[in-house]
Protein backbone atom coordinates (compact mmCIF):
# COMPACT_ATOMS: atom_id res chain seq x y z
CA UNK A 1 0.00 0.00 0.00
CA UNK A 2 1.19 2.97 -0.99
CA UNK A 3 1.44 6.47 1.47
CA UNK A 4 0.16 9.54 0.74
CA UNK A 5 2.62 12.34 -0.35
CA UNK A 6 3.40 15.01 2.24
CA UNK A 7 4.45 17.40 -0.83
CA UNK A 8 2.26 18.31 -3.79
CA UNK A 9 3.92 16.52 -7.28
CA UNK A 10 6.18 19.10 -8.92
CA UNK A 11 3.19 19.73 -11.57
CA UNK A 12 1.25 20.93 -8.50
CA UNK A 13 3.97 23.08 -6.84
CA UNK A 14 3.43 26.11 -8.90
CA UNK A 15 -0.10 26.86 -8.71
CA UNK A 16 -1.52 29.62 -6.13
CA UNK A 17 -5.49 29.87 -5.67
CA UNK A 18 -6.19 33.80 -4.72
CA UNK A 19 -9.78 34.41 -3.39
CA UNK A 20 -11.19 38.17 -4.07
CA UNK A 21 -14.04 39.37 -2.38
CA UNK A 22 -17.12 40.65 -4.06
CA UNK A 23 -18.67 44.17 -2.91
CA UNK A 24 -22.24 42.42 -4.32
CA UNK A 25 -23.29 38.80 -4.10
CA UNK A 26 -24.16 37.37 -7.26
CA UNK A 27 -27.79 36.99 -6.56
CA UNK A 28 -28.69 35.31 -9.78
CA UNK A 29 -26.30 32.46 -9.27
CA UNK A 30 -27.25 31.99 -5.88
CA UNK A 31 -31.14 32.14 -6.48
CA UNK A 32 -30.47 29.32 -9.31
CA UNK A 33 -28.55 27.40 -6.51
CA UNK A 34 -31.50 27.35 -4.24
CA UNK A 35 -33.83 26.71 -6.84
CA UNK A 36 -31.75 23.87 -8.12
CA UNK A 37 -31.90 22.35 -4.70
CA UNK A 38 -35.76 22.66 -4.64
CA UNK A 39 -36.01 21.15 -7.41
CA UNK A 40 -33.95 18.67 -6.75
CA UNK A 41 -35.49 17.73 -3.51
CA UNK A 42 -39.28 17.78 -5.15
CA UNK A 43 -38.17 15.02 -7.55
CA UNK A 44 -36.56 13.07 -4.63
CA UNK A 45 -39.71 13.01 -2.67
CA UNK A 46 -41.98 12.29 -6.08
CA UNK A 47 -39.99 9.54 -6.91
CA UNK A 48 -39.98 7.99 -2.92
CA UNK A 49 -43.95 8.33 -3.37
CA UNK A 50 -43.83 6.98 -6.82
CA UNK A 51 -41.42 3.65 -5.85
CA UNK A 52 -43.87 3.33 -2.35
CA UNK A 53 -46.79 3.46 -4.14
CA UNK A 54 -46.28 1.08 -6.40
CA UNK A 55 -46.90 -2.56 -5.63
CA UNK A 56 -43.75 -4.69 -5.25
CA UNK A 57 -43.16 -6.89 -8.59
CA UNK A 58 -43.60 -10.56 -8.18
CA UNK A 59 -42.08 -13.06 -10.54
CA UNK A 60 -44.33 -15.85 -12.14
CA UNK A 61 -43.50 -18.86 -11.04
CA UNK A 62 -40.98 -21.09 -12.84
CA UNK A 63 -42.31 -24.28 -14.28
CA UNK A 64 -39.56 -26.98 -13.34
CA UNK A 65 -41.43 -29.78 -15.96
CA UNK A 66 -40.84 -32.54 -14.26
Do not use: C, W
Amino acid sequence: MSRPRKTPPARMRNYRIVAEPRTEPDLHKLAQLFIGMALARTDAERQERHDAAAPPRQEPPEDVGN
